[in-house]
């Protein structure tokens, strides 16, 4: 058994994805199995599974979207770690040994995410304080923005599998939500060094198609109060509840700008059902439509 799983998922992005792969066999750290879990691409990203015959395991699937994708990447993985690569990113040739230093120090810590360094159409860019990793309880600052990269994380697999896997229903923000799932009980690791790569700014990325992005926030939050609150404690479901309104108000507000009295009614729905700490499927549902 491989002592770490490298999942990637892509969709017509061959060129980025070779260069993602080629990243991960550059690893210095070699026992790894790499799994590509190919969208349904239509430009050839196919070809990969020619070009890394033997050192690449190459899945495809039906178009479902990138959390279907990872989700038949991790049920296809064997090892005990899985490990994340976006099909625009990479990694440094010392990530994965980094990771393996980091478990045999501290065994008891389930997730843990190296730094990161940002490209934007083709420069180096200067990260913002708010979006630089943390460790230790961060749930409460993961709630505003998602503190955790699928590209610098690696995750004991079990984590994810109690956690309830990427939840296929959700577009984009499905990391957001995977990742509250988990850290509202488990402290994050940090490797500070800036081992991955993270390329943005391009046409294709998944979070410049849609409009309003907190409702998938909100409906994150909202489900997860609904399936844990119970279980959460007072300080975390008070955090919880407050993040959800101020996107809520935030959302109300776009939405009346743009005359879009359905979406409208949705947010206050689902405000009012925050409000009366009584969130369920029916009042969060409706949130992944505009």
């Not at 990742?179 to 998944?206: C, F, M, N, S, Y």
């Not at 939050?221 to 955090?239: C, F, N, S, T, Y």
Request: aromatic share 8%; proline share 3%.
């Amino acid at each position: 058994m491989p002592f770490f799983s490298v999942i990637i998922p892509t969709f017509n992005r061959f060129e980025p994805t070779r260069r993602a792969v080629e990243s991960v066999l550059a690893q210095t750290f070699t026992d790894f199995e790499l799994i590509v879990v190919d969208d349904g691409s239509t430009d050839g990203t196919g070809r990969l599974a020619e070009m890394y015959a033997g050192r690449v395991l190459y899945l495809r699937q039906e178009n479902r979207g990138v959390s279907a994708a990872r989700n038949l990447g991790i049920s296809r993985s064997t090892s005990a770690y899985i490990t994340f690569l976006d099909s625009d990113d990479l990694w440094l040739p010392a990530k994965l040994a980094a990771h393996a230093a980091f478990i045999t120090r501290n065994p008891s810590v389930r997730i843990h995410q190296t730094g990161e360094q940002w490209v934007r159409r083709g420069r180096g860019v200067n990260q913002m304080k708010k979006h630089l990793k943390k460790e230790g309880d961060i749930f409460a600052p993961s709630l505003d923005l998602c503190l955790v990269s699928p590209s610098a994380v690696c995750v004991e697999r079990r984590l994810v599998e109690e956690a309830g896997f990427f939840d296929e229903a959700m577009a984009v923000c499905e990391d957001y939500d995977l990742w509250l799932r988990v850290l509202w009980r488990e402290k994050a690791g940090l490797i500070p060094e800036k081992l991955t790569v993270k390329h943005g700014g391009h046409e294709d990325q998944l979070s410049r198609r849609y409009w309003g992005m907190d409702r998938f926030r909100v409906y994150a939050i909202m489900k997860l109060l609904d399936r844990h609150g119970a279980d959460m404690g007072p300080a975390q479901v008070e955090a919880a509840a407050a993040a959800a309104l101020k996107k809520c108000a935030v959302l109300a507000a776009g939405a009346k700008k743009r005359g879009n009295l359905a979406l409208l009614e949705k947010v206050e729905r689902a405000a009012a059902a925050i409000e009366r700490r009584d969130c369920n499927s029916r009042d969060y549902g409706t949130l992944l439509t505009e």
